[in-house]
């Protein structure tokens, strides 16, 4: 029996959110030092695990493990990842351990810093701990029952570190709105799933949740084309899709630093790679008949978010839409169901899961030095924030889709892939490339090199600190690792893609 | 005359009655302030007497005992068990109950009613299981008027006894129509008197309407759950908790075997009832749970509600839907024990049920905040919660057998549901005492509370990870019923 890697990935979290609860409450070193550890060797496994898999030219699903878990109704404890999901295990143990250290909670009269988590940390690393695990239990899981299970494992945390660490004024309502969005889409996507479990059965004789079997269950057409819609719109909801992405950007700007980091970087993730692996891998035909619509969704989404995000005024509500406008990009991709739409896809859902992940870490660390994010009353960050201001035209950059940077790997294939289906609306969806050039070069030029105005003069900000800038740096390295040597991400895409070229069947 | 099968299959029932009479023989020479270690004795007597009949009491093949009187199967055993533990955690939440917690007769009251539920599960003829149902009512009715200086309480206890007996006097007209007509009070020999024919359906259909009315109060459904929200509030807390969780399964249990064992063949027709009523009453739950204030009022409501997704498994008239219901009530009791388990510990130091009060209980007490949060979360069907695996084994049925648009009217409930459990936990955890000073007021738990409270959140957490030895019981449970 091999090391049980993935199993140890999904399930450290959690047991390490129990024993922060186990600790003192006001041992508040103790608990950021577990949950730093933690996160750290949580970061180095998902590290090995992508490299092994890298390395050895793996193919297929890998590392799989496989408990019994309830026989008789045909749910096992299934874990596997491929080229489509391993990137997104990776992804998830960055953001965790970058998030662990922007919230790591330095508290300085002197300089008007508060930053990261005070209240409370106990609670809060234990919640995101537990709501990290649900993640990489989705990423992991070949189970669909199991799917489910940690799926909802990771939004209903959502709901208390929203509420309970978020921004004052809108927490409330905000986290509410998010958790019943995740919610509907969620049991809806459920009731289609129970509904492939049973139809699964009785095409094939063998009632399981093991989803290479439903793959292979030979759905007709018309059931695919009834289901496919509820199970991928469901699952897309927490993707951010137009029109179901309201809840994403009051979410964003609600939610503290570290969980807005892990709202847009991972979760959204998280619903576009359900939908994916739901939707559209065990509904091919579906999928097939309904791409003009997702598609349509997707090309709004894209060009209507980024153009929202150019109005904002506050910072978080431009990312959050940014996020909108690139999670749009994510699910054109998947809709083209071509072989460059699915790579670029892969490697967006990265890309951007790491890049957004960046600006939010910076957006808090102005928050928490200035008490603003309105870019009209911000100026002249660069003066005490260099390191921070490299790192956010570097995010910039990426966002842009710069060649140099992990965002063009990413987004040339989706247009290339869009371009092969529907040649008109990869021109449209252009436009926004446009469009974010313009708002990230704006924000850029007002918040970090025009004068600073009086009102954050006086109150004689500080530079971030050690932990701020390892982080940045961290996110930083793999969006020019990406950049610069596509080889280390890229083929390992395609190797899932052909897994799910092979299930369309050639169309 | 008795063969050793007869003794075994009322074991437990033997026991508690054993456990009953140790109780009444010694308490009296308890001082006044040793009385409260009536709860540990009666806690701790039927943890053993679960250890015991799990051992020595297991069901093999179905069998008829006692002339057919009861029915010696895993189905009543499964609920038995259920209904020990439930009342073994009641007495321990009892124990420091203000006014009900130092008197023995409460404890003896509770053992009378699980006797009676025990009973009622296994019972497989009318008789006894009118025997067996009164047997488990009235020591609730004096329970829930248990606080004699308490107006509520006595109104409580008055409601419950008057709408109680109302409805078990319709269910036991019921019963006598039946004999009247089939000549037999025997649930089994029933269904094939129905099957025959000779029985005329519009017959038929009155009994079930009037049983349905009996048992349907006692579960709570819509339009027989007006009492509830009165009798929990009035209630002691942990009687109250009681109610929702045993007495609710009992009369699940009853339904069970009534409708499943004795009119399979008019199936067909009662599932659309039963279908209706589930969608009603889960709405109607939810819906008016949402604008409560007293938290004791919004999980009567909340219970409601549970009521009417649990019947989607009945609904569904399948073993798995069987199956589901079980676990389903099993997930249940010890989430909602749990519930009333914190209410009873917050209220005994705060005196307050007002959802209001509960500002600032994450810094007064974060483990108490916890298992609050394990416990709602569970309700609202949140993993790695009970809750969550019930609610889908319990979904996975009503899909399986054509009810998907049940399905859906339980999903959009269980939304509502989210909405206000953790509208409740925003209090919990986010708002906060007028002066801010939660270290200055904690609430501490007694020794009780600590161990009955952390059996439960344990109880609930192996509920919804570890759920396959649940399931292959449950499904033992519903094995024998088609």
Known sequence: MNFPILSVITFL??????????????????????????????????????????????????????????????????????????PLVLLTGIVMFTGVLISWGEYNPEKHLSAGIQDRPREFFAFLFLLAGGVFGVFVSLDLFMLFFFYEIAVFPMYLLISIWGWVKTREYAAMKLTLYLFIGSVVALVGALVMYWQAGQNTGIYTFDMLQLEKAGFSASFQNIWFLPVFIGFAVLGGMWPFHNWSPDGHVAAPTAVSMFHAGVLMKLGAFAALRVGVMLLPQGAYDWKWLIMTFAGIAVVYG??????????????????????????????????????????????????????????GMIYDRTHTRQIPELGGIAKVMPFATIGFIIGGLVSMGMPGFSGFIAEFPIFMGVWGRAWLLAVVASISIIITAAYIMINIRKVFFSP??????????????????????????CMIVIGIFPAVMVPMVETGVQHILALLGGQ | MFTS????????????????????????????????????????????????????????????????????????????????????????????????????EAYLLLLASVLGMNLMAASADLIMLYLAIETASIPLYILAGFLLTDDRSTEAGFKYLLFGTLASTVMLYGFSLIFGFAGTTNLYLLSDLFASGKISAVLAFSVIALVLMGIGFKVAVVPFQFWAPDVYQGSPTPVAGFLSTASKAAGFAVIVRFFIVAFPDYAPSW????????????????????????????????????????????????????????????????????????????????????????????????????????????????????????????????????????????????????????????????????DEDEEDHPVLLTRPYAIALAVLVIGVILVGTVFAPWFSWSNSAALNLF
């Open chain 2, 5 to 104: 099968i007869d003794f075994v299959s009322i074991l437990p029932e033997i026991l508690i009655l054993a456990l009953a009479v140790i109780l009444l023989c010694v308490e009296p020479f308890w001082k006044e302030e040793e009385r409260r270690n009536a709860g540990w004795l009666t806690a701790g007597g039927l943890f053993l007497i679960i250890i015991i009949s799990l051992l020595f009491g297991q069901p093999g093949e179905p069998t008829a005992v006692f002339g057919g009187m009861i029915r010696f199967d895993w189905l009543g055993f499964f609920f038995k068990l259920l209904f020990m533990f439930a009342a073994a955690v009641t007495s321990m939440l009892l124990m420091d109950h203000e006014k009900a917690g130092g008197r023995g």
């Open chain 2, 271 to 434: 599932t659309v009832l039963l279908a209706a009523l589930s969608a009603i009453t889960m709405t109607v739950g939810n819906l008016l749970a949402l604008s409560q204030t007293n938290i004791k009022r919004l999980l009567a409501y909340s219970s409601i509600a549970h009521a009417g997704y649990a019947m989607i498994g009945i609904v569904a008239f399948s073993q798995l839907g069987a199956a589901s219901v079980v676990f389903y009530l099993a997930a249940y009791i010890v989430t909602n024990l749990l519930a009333f388990g914190v209410i009873m510990a917050f209220s005994r130091v705060t005196g307050s049920d007002d959802i209001k009060d509960y500002a600032g209980l994450s810094r007064r007490n974060p483990w108490l905040a916890l298992m609050m949060l394990a416990a709602f979360l569970s309700l609202a069907g949140m993993p790695p919660f009970g809750g969550f695996v019930g609610k889908v084994f319990v979904f996975a049925a009503g899909v399986q057998a054509g009810y998907v648009w049940l399905v859906i009217v339980g999903i959009l409930n269980s939304i509502i549901g989210v909405y206000y459990y953790l509208n409740t936990m925003k209090y919990v955890y986010l708002y906060r005492l007028p």
């Open chain 1, 452 to 477: 600073m105005p009086e009102e954050i003069e006086k109150h004689h900000i500080g530079d971030i600190t050690v932990l701020d800038k390892v982080a940045i740096a961290t996110l930083c390295f």
């Open chain 1, 306 to 363: 980024a153009y929202i995000a150019f109005v904002q005024t506050d910072m978080k509500y431009m990312i959050g839409f940014s996020s909108v406008s690139h999670m749009g990009l994510v699910i054109l991709g998947v809709s083209t169901l071509n072989h460059d739409g699915l790579v670029g896809a892969g490697v967006q859902m990265f890309s951007h899961g790491v890049m957004t992940a960046l600006f939010f870490a910076i957006t």
């Open chain 1, 13 to 86: 979290p959690m047991v390490a959110a129990v024993i922060m609860l186990m600790i003192p409450a006001d041992r508040k070193t103790e608990v950021r030092g577990v949950a730093l550890a933690t996160a750290a060797i949580d970061l180095l496994f998902s590290g090995w695990m992508y490299l092994q898999y890298l390395l050895g030219h793996m193919t297929g699903y890998q590392f799989v493990e496989e408990y019994r878990w309830l026989p008789a109704l045909g749910i096992s404890l299934k874990f596997g990842v491929d080229g489509m999901s391993a």
